[in-house]
Structures are given as structure tokens and as C-alpha cells.
């Protein structure tokens, strides 16, 4: 019988609790097409139709370092790379299948390189798996309304056996967790419909996944698809429960506790633009400065946030997230203190900005300019030890003029040092 381990469950977190920021990597054969990741099922594209792009296969600009680079500069501590995503498609050099990176002109297993060269770096690695296989015969097609082939006849009366599929799936997972050395992460996604939890065979799936890799880290989709919250944010988490709630393009209004009033934790998946893999056409990318803000509003209700890059057919990760990711980390350089090690606190969001805490250190994140004294809301004047700007770590004084004394409650500090000098896309003053 499965128990719940919470002191095992604390443990394991604790990286996960420090780190707060990471990188998603969707990539794969769809990245030829560049419609998106999705591309075989909304065009309802035949397998035939899709080998085209297995053939010629060959990102020559490839460079897992380069990447690593990259993640490293924006300040992601922690990585996540599709090893095999709805196509089926398998970046690793997996002995159960040939539908794999190392049979294109390729031949290259790119999760390891990713891995080797992501470690390399100091950044934490983790690997997505889709539990959806639109290549596999064994995996139900006509009629399953996210397959390519839900419509197609041929396939109307096509018999097949999940069973197999299941041994398929489990035993590439088991690859996984078997050739790659230590990860640190697994992404399964995502349960729908009839297919969830023990329909994957999930309490088996987790317990071999941590016999081999007992610290590993797994999101909730064994459980539930990209909206659900599942039963690790109740009191009593099923086996493949995973460990953590995963909101897909959302930020949760506030974050979740559970009964006993604990901090569950969570980890919002987000796009750069409006695509997970390279979409050439999509070029509504959000700036820089709101995913900063964005990844402090994570951080102050306590989750964390798993930023995406879809390379393109090359092996580039595009020109804009480059620039997003190069903007993040100059902001990361200086004020990343913020977020390693923080969560939230219980004070109410100031209207100015959002406040995470690292034990007795509040870090006011100040997103909009002030006239006059800057208001650092819920706190007193005697509660403040130092008051620090952590761009440069500047002495910030509280004001003590005609004005403050009329506001008994809260410690202003002077504006001219701080907003509109710096930094004015967050400027975090550290109490
Ligand atoms: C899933 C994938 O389908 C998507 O391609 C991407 O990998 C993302 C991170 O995860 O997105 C989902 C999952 C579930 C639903 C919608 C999108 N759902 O249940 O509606």
C-alpha cells in the first residue's frame, strides 16, 4: 500500500522551492514544418505525409552548449527538453523504436548532448515525455479527439492493443531514468478523458521511475492535463500524484495551500510568444520586461516558472527569445537575490509592484514610478533593520519629512535613488 511520505516529499523540493526559474525546450520534427508542435493534429496530417520530415532531418547549427549558455545567462537554473513529444518522435537513441534522432541524417541522441552540456553548466536537467503517441500503432487513433487520424476511415476499424503501448512507453521511460545518469526532473504530459492515473498503469510507471531515480522530480499530468490541480493538492496525494501542480499559460490568482494551511507547490508553463514548438509565422513575442514581472509574480505566490524555447529546424533557438533571454539575465544579474531561495509572504500585494521574501529579507519588487517618498506597504518604521537597493546595493534611507509623518503605517523611502533612476522595469529594494 502507498503512504504519502511528507518528510521525503520536503527533501526532494528543496531545489525545486530555490531554483523558481527553468527552461522548457520544445523541439522535434515539427520544427521543419514550423506551424507549431501540434501540427499533425490540427492539419490531420497522414503518417506519410509526416516522414518526409524524418528523412531530411539535420539541424546542422545544433549546439546543446550553446543553449546551456544561454539558459545560464538568463539565470534558469533548471532545464526541461521534450525526449519524445506527441508525434512520438524521440530525440534519445531508444532500442524500442526507430522513429528516433539517431536514424535521421542526424543521427545524433540529442537528449544526451542536452544533458552533457546543460550539467555542464550547473543547471539541473529534466526530461518531458508525452504520454500521447501519435506514431505508435498500438495507441487508440480513430475517434481520440486529439490523434491526427480521429477522422480518418482507414483507421475506423483498425484493432489495436494499449497494453502494448503501455509496455512500449514505460519501458522507453525506463531508458530514460536507466542510460542518462542523474535527472532531476520528468515531464509526463497529460492525461484526458478516460486516459489518466492507473489507465497509464501510473502507480507502477512512478514506482520504477523512482526505484532508479529516487530523487527525481515529477509534474501532476500522470494525473491530470494541463489544468488540473490532482490529488498533491489534497491531503492525501495518490501514488502517481506527481509532486507538483503544473498551470499551463496561466499565472494562478494566488497561490494554493492545503488544508494544514501549507504552501503547495506549483510551476506555470509559458510561452515566449504563442507557440511551445518553432512556429515561423508567430512573432507575437511578450517583451522582456513583462516576463520579468511575471516571473516575480510566480515567485511571490510562491511557485515557479518554466520559460519555453522552440528551436527551429536549424538547431537555433529564434533571435527574439534570444533577446528576451539575454534582457531577463541582465535583470537576473542584479537582482536575482529576489527570487533564488524566495517565495511569498502574507503581506496583502502592494499597488505598486509585488513583495517575495528569503526568511526575514522582504524584497519589494517596485514596478511603478512614485512622486515623492516610494510607499513600502505593510511594515513599520521599527521592523527595519536596512533598507538596500539590490541592483547595487545601495543605502536607501526612510524619509522622515513633512509628508511621511502624516502616515503612521507605512516606510517610504526616497524615489529619486531608486525608480526612475536604476531600473525601471523592477527595481527591488531589499528591507
Ligand atoms: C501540452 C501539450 O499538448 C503542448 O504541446 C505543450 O507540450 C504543453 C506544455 O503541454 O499542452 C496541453 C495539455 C493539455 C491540454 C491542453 C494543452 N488540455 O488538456 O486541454
Request: hydrophobic share 35%; proline share 5%; charged share 25%.
Amino acid at each position: 500500500m502507498y503512504k504519502f511520505d511528507r518528510a521525503k516529499y520536503d527533501e526532494r523540493m528543496k531545489w525545486f522551492r530555490h531554483d523558481r526559474f527553468g527552461m522548457f525546450i520544445h523541439w522535434g520534427l515539427y520544427a521543419i514544418p514550423a506551424r507549431g508542435e501540434w501540427v499533425r493534429s490540427t492539419e490531420e496530417i497522414p503518417e506519410e505525409e509526416y516522414i518526409p520530415f524524418f528523412n531530411e532531418f539535420n539541424p546542422v547549427d545544433f549546439d546543446a552548449k550553446e543553449w546551456a549558455r544561454l539558459a545560464k545567462k538568463a539565470g534558469m537554473k533548471y532545464a526541461v527538453l521534450t525526449a519524445k513529444h506527441h508525434d512520438g518522435f524521440c530525440l534519445f537513441d531508444s532500442k524500442l523504436t526507430d522513429w528516433k534522432s539517431t536514424n535521421t541524417p542526424f543521427g545524433r541522441d540529442i537528449v544526451r548532448e542536452f544533458l552533457d552540456a546543460f550539467r555542464a553548466e550547473g543547471i539541473r536537467v529534466g526530461l518531458y515525455y508525452s504520454l500521447l503517441d501519435w506514431h505508435h500503432p498500438d495507441y487508440p487513433a480513430y475517434g481520440d479527439r486529439q490523434h491526427p487520424m480521429r477522422n480518418n476511415p482507414a483507421y475506423k476499424d483498425k484493432p489495436y492493443n494499449f497494453d502494448n503501448y503501455l509496455d512500449y512507453m514505460h519501458g522507453q521511460i525506463r531508458e530514460l531514468c536507466t542510460n542518462y545518469g542523474k535527472l532531476d526532473m520528468m515531464w509526463f504530459d497529460f492525461s484526458y478523458d478516460n486516459l489518466t492515473g492507473e489507465a497509464w498503469r501510473g502507480s507502477e510507471l512512478v514506482r520504477m521511475v523512482r526505484s532508479l531515480q529516487p530523487d527525481i522530480i515529477l509534474d501532476n499530468r500522470l494525473e491530470v492535463s494541463g489544468s488540473g490541480f490532482g490529488s498533491i493538492a489534497t491531503d492525501e496525494p495518490l501514488e502517481y500524484s506527481g509532486d507538483y501542480v503544473s498551470p499551463e499559460q496561466i499565472i494562478p490568482q494566488t497561490g494554493f495551500k492545503d488544508s494544514q494551511g501549507r504552501d503547495i507547490c506549483w510551476e506555470a508553463c509559458i510561452t515566449m510568444n504563442d507557440n511551445w514548438g518553432y512556429c515561423a509565422k508567430d512573432k507575437n513575442f511578450k517583451p522582456a520586461e513583462m516576463i520579468i514581472k511575471k516571473l516575480v509574480e510566480c515567485v511571490s505566490k510562491n511557485g515557479n516558472m518554466l520559460l519555453n524555447v522552440g528551436p527551429d529546424a536549424k538547431g537555433n533557438i529564434p533571435d527574439e527569445s534570444v533577446e528576451i533571454l539575454e534582457k531577463i539575465g541582465a535583470w537576473m544579474k542584479k537582482n536575482s537575490e529576489s527570487i533564488y531561495g524566495c517565495g511569498g509572504c502574507d503581506l496583502p500585494k502592494p499597488e505598486n509592484g509585488r513583495i517575495t521574501r528569503n526568511g526575514k529579507t522582504l524584497y519589494y519588487h517596485i514596478m511603478e514610478n512614485s512622486i515623492g517618498g516610494i510607499p513600502l506597504q505593510g511594515i513599520s518604521r521599527d521592523q527595519v533593520e536596512s533598507i538596500r537597493l539590490v541592483c547595487d546595493g545601495t543605502e536607501i534611507k526612510p524619509l522622515e519629512n513633512w509628508i511621511v509623518e502624516n502616515y503612521p503605517d507605512v516606510v517610504f523611502v526616497e524615489a529619486s535613488k531608486t525608480v526612475h533612476l536604476p531600473d525601471s522595469i523592477d527595481t527591488v529594494i531589499a528591507v
